[in-house]
């Protein structure tokens, strides 16, 4: 089978299924198991055969229910996917991996704390809300007695997804790769299954941030320190985060972050977190996002547990105006040909991250310089996808959550869509090679893991012919 086909079958089909069904199983719930058979009644209408529910499937201290089944292809049918071409089978064998990852991440000792569970919820009953319209309407969804009963077991599937996750993450990070064995897998593609690269664009900006007066900065200033004070006399940190914190990332979860030494935070935001004891809030510091403050939770060996507060100083509109005519100014030297749009972004752009480079943008997906059309950003993409060749866009206004840049943008290299190339496209083959590797790395740790957990299918569900070995045969 030509490698091209083999990844298709190997990768594709399991991301679907992975994407619906551990990121929107939210009714894969947690079952610890307590008696030898656990069976739920259903109640049906006069005359019809009374369903069982029972227990289908053992990993380790995890129960699968047949209702679990029958959950996920609902879910997946609520978030707008198509059942058509997936069996139960299938879906039970997704399972079955959820259910072997959690229970070896509790056997490797891989900590999920409460509170990280707790700011996932928060997150998740808020967008839950708003899509059903009230919390009595999704505790009703999901056919709970009470709000307390759905947090009970909605905590408990949200731990099991983050403990699938996290023990997914240990297996796959620990997967290298090198230039020969890119080398190997590009060489082992026949020719007539090369994949084709879609039509990439390489571009380039200019920003001016407008001018922040040192009286506007002290206020945000001495607002985080009022909250500093108000938290080392024992107010919420978490709340104060959920309140007032500019972050969209994190916010709604109290400000809550998990990092490490290698997680792409700016430098000086990771230089003030790693500096900080547990327990230890910091005083108030500037990145390009604005200000913040931290508080360190936890730290568990080289990964700390924090939670931050970011404000950002107003921006008057007397600032605002100085900054489109600045960028003005200097779109006109460029087309007046006085200066590059290289070197106008070297001397005079306020971004840090793209001056150095001549304002080229950095794919951060990809880490090279070209963005595939079909990907782009839209906001990216509304600006640039008309602009000719060496054109340079008209100064706009980018307003993103109450951050305010003026700035201006040219395409520098435009790639058609091509098949792909090893010199052209060794970036996207490494990644292409990287999956493959990881995949194999995924299944190896399931062989071994299956022979070593107990592991029991009843009923029908002994016929299924599952991608991995799980009746151990």
Known sequence: MPLKIVLMNSVANKVVLTF????????????????????????????????????????????ILDSDIDKSFLEISSQGGSVKDITRCQVLGKLLEDKLYAHQAVQDSVIVSDAEVKGMMDE???????????????????????????????????KEQKLTGEMQKKIVDKVEITPEEVREFFKKIP????????????????????KV????????????????????????????AVLYSEDPGSSKNGGYYKMNRKTPFVKEFKDVAFGLAEGEISEPFETTFGYHIIYVEKIKGQEIELRHILISPAVTQESLKEAKEKITLIRKKIMDKEI????????????????????????????????????????????????????????????????????????????????ADYAKDYIKIKDLALKEKQIKAIGKWFDTKIK?????IVGEYRDCAFANNWLKK
């Open 20 to 63: 619906f069904l551990l990121f929107f199983s939210f009714v894969d719930a947690q079952e610890i198991i307590k008696d030898s058979v656990v069976v739920t009644k259903t109640a049906v209408p006069s005359g019809k055969k009374l369903k069982i529910d029972g227990v289908v499937a053992t990993v380790g201290d995890y129960i």
């Open 124 to 158: 998740r009953l808020n967008y839950m809300v708003e899509q059903i319209g009230s919390m009595e309407k999704v505790v009703a969804y999901y056919q709970k007695d009470s709000e307390e009963e759905f947090r009970t077991y909605f905590f408990d599937v949200l």
């Open 191 to 210: 020719v007539a299954d090369l994949p084709v690269f879609g039509a990439e664009l390489e571009v380039a900006q200019i920003v001016i941030k407008p």
């Open 213 to 240: 007066t040192d009286a506007d900065k002290q206020k945000v200033i001495d607002k985080l320190n009022g909250f500093r004070k108000e938290c080392l006399e024992g107010a919420s940190f978490a709340t104060k």
């Open 340 to 419: 590059t749009f290289a070197e106008a972004a070297r001397t005079m752009s306020d971004e840090k991250e793209t001056k150095t480079n001549g304002g080229a943008l950095v794919n951060t997906k990809t880490q090279d310089t070209r963005f595939e059309l079909t990907k782009m950003d839209p906001k990216i993409y509304g600006q640039v996808s008309n602009l000719k060749d060496n054109e340079i866009s008209l100064p706009f206004l980018e307003d993103e959550q109450g951050k305010k840049d003026y700035k201006i943008m040219i395409v520098t290299n435009r790639i058609d869509a091509h098949t």
């Open 452 to 456: 070593d957990t107990y592991i029991k």
